[in-house]
């Protein structure tokens, strides 16, 4: 079974530029998250998605920071424009619903964005 | 609030002998305990999980960890070291409503031969 998958693996701008990133959960996964991973630092939770509803959007910069997650499958994470400190990696995941039996997250393995 | 805190940034081991990687949490209510790897250009991968049955948690590769109430911690450890060990590790606790993960800041393993 394929795991999540996330495109692209890389990507560098200039900064102002816009980006996007791409990922696709695993199979029958309505959860899906967005993560932030600054270099030597753990995830961050971004953006939370059950089907394709925000439940948990708090920690998202809505000012250049958007996410869609169209019929509740594959999910996009934009940032329009971008600036230096947007260089990270940016992490998806799936999982069943909370509380549900067994619900581990399961995490693609990331777009490494730099931006000059 | 959750929180993690990872004592080490970097530990450093020879081959075949222990690992000890050390967490302390903080819970307003009982915790569940997470410890996830990251290899270079990998995905994070769940090594295991505490959800209030048994203390001691056995994990995959060897690894396992015992929650310790009173102690506030959750330090991972495994017999003897393997060179594939070398990795990010990063102890996690989970909001209990939403299951949100709150990572620590991650602990580097070095795997000397």
């Not at chain 1, 816009?18 to 995830?43: D, E, K, M, R």
């Amino acid at each position: 079974e394929a795991g999540v998958v996330q495109s692209p693996r890389y990507k560098i701008i200039e900064k102002k530029q816009p980006v996007a990133f791409w990922c696709n959960p695993i199979s029958g996964h309505n959860t899906l998250y967005w993560y932030l991973q600054n270099l030597g630092q753990g995830p961050e939770l971004l953006i939370r998605y059950e089907n394709e509803e925000a439940v948990d959007d708090s920690q998202l910069p809505k000012d250049r920071f958007s996410a869609e997650r169209l019929k509740g499958v594959d999910s996009t994470l934009k940032i329009q424009p971008a600036e230096l400190g947007d260089s990270a990696v940016y992490l998806c995941a799936s999982s069943t619903p909370p509380g549900t039996r067994n619900n581990e997250q399961f995490f693609g393995p990331g777009t490494r964005l730099t931006v000059l | 609030a959750q929180s993690v805190t990872q004592l080490d940034s970097h530990v450093s081991v020879s081959e075949g002998t222990p690992v000890l990687l050390r967490c302390n949490y903080s819970s307003s209510y009982s915790p569940s305990l997470f410890w996830y790897v990251q290899h270079p250009n990998k995905g994070l991968q769940l090594l295991l999980k505490y959800t209030s049955a048994a203390t001691l948690v056995k994990g995959i590769n060897g690894f396992e960890a015992e929650f310790k109430k009173s102690e506030t911690s959750f330090h991972l450890t495994k017999p003897s070291a393997h060179m594939s060990d070398a990795a990010e590790y990063f102890c996690v606790v989970s909001d209990g409503n939403t299951d949100k993960l709150i990572f620590g800041t991650g602990t580097r393993l070095q795997v000397f031969p």
